[in-house]
């Protein structure tokens, strides 16, 4: 007898939460469509189409089916999530898991919860930024108000971004109390060069991934997605120049 895939509905619900769990998770768009794709090939589906945006999942098959639609309301960056998912395709891929297997496995990465604790984030963007103030030849004098600096603005970007579901108003409120902060310890004599001190402590902010991200599936030819993340990039820069700009103006 000849191996049994799931029914086709159910091919289609598991290639949707996958891609939509890669999505959330910061996934290249080119990454996602590919993982979906070899989902159905591995079930049963060796002809799907799909169509991946920033902002939603277009699947369907060349079965009776009609196409599914999923919104993608929330991203961040999961990578951690990624990988799994990614784990779970090549399981399917290679036999080990069945339909409803992965169906239940992607359920529970989704429902996980891997991000660091709020305070070992806090740390790492404290640390993070008093290393970069190093690495753009900065003062080891500065370093300590660079970590603070660095620490209380990524404090507010997470307090205000729960406060003000708009990531480029907290993105914009941590940058200029990062100015704010740093012209303090300037001003104070506790620091000495601003420019560094400012460089350091906004690192943590700057859409590292999105700019990544958007550089890759241009390349890869997804143009509609390349230019939305590229501009997300280029708003959450704005955002962070203004806040910036707005300190050195007053």
Not at 35 to 60: C, D, E, N, Q, W
Not at 71 to 98: A, C, F, Q
Not at 106 to 133: H, M, N, R, W
Request: proline fraction near 4%; include cysteine; charge should be negative.
């Amino acid at each position: 007898m000849g191996k049994e895939f799931p029914p086709t509905i159910e091919v289609i619900e598991i290639c949707l939460l996958a891609g939509k769990i890669m999505l959330q998770g910061g996934a290249e768009t080119y990454r996602v469509e590919d993982t979906m794709t070899r989902i159905a090939a591995s079930l049963g589906i060796p002809h799907s189409h799909s169509y991946v945006t920033p902002t939603g999942i277009i699947f369907s098959t060349d079965g009776t089916e009609p196409a599914k639609l999923i919104r993608i309301s929330e991203r961040s960056t999961d990578l951690y999530k990624v990988t799994l998912v990614n784990g779970v395709s090549r399981r399917i891929s290679s036999g080990e898991l069945d339909g409803k297997g992965a169906l239940a496995r992607l359920k529970e990465i989704e429902s996980a919860d891997y991000t660091f604790p709020v305070y070992q984030q806090i740390l790492a963007a404290s640390i993070a930024s008093g290393c970069f103030l190093i690495m753009f030849l900065g003062s080891w004098t500065d370093f300590i108000p660079a970590m603070i600096a660095g620490g209380l603005g990524f404090v507010s970007f997470i307090y205000v971004h729960r406060v003000v579901q708009i990531k480029f108003f907290s993105e914009f409120i941590a940058s200029l109390l990062i100015g704010l902060i740093a012209y303090f310890f300037v001003y104070t004599g506790a620091g000495t060069e601003l420019d560094k001190i400012i460089i350091g402590s906004v690192m943590p902010l700057v859409p590292g991934l999105l700019i990544t991200n958007a550089v890759r599936d241009l390349m890869a030819g997804h143009l509609v997605s390349g230019l939305s993340k590229g501009a997300e990039a280029f708003l959450t820069a704005f955002a962070i120049g203004a806040g910036i700009a707005l300190v050195f103006t007053f």
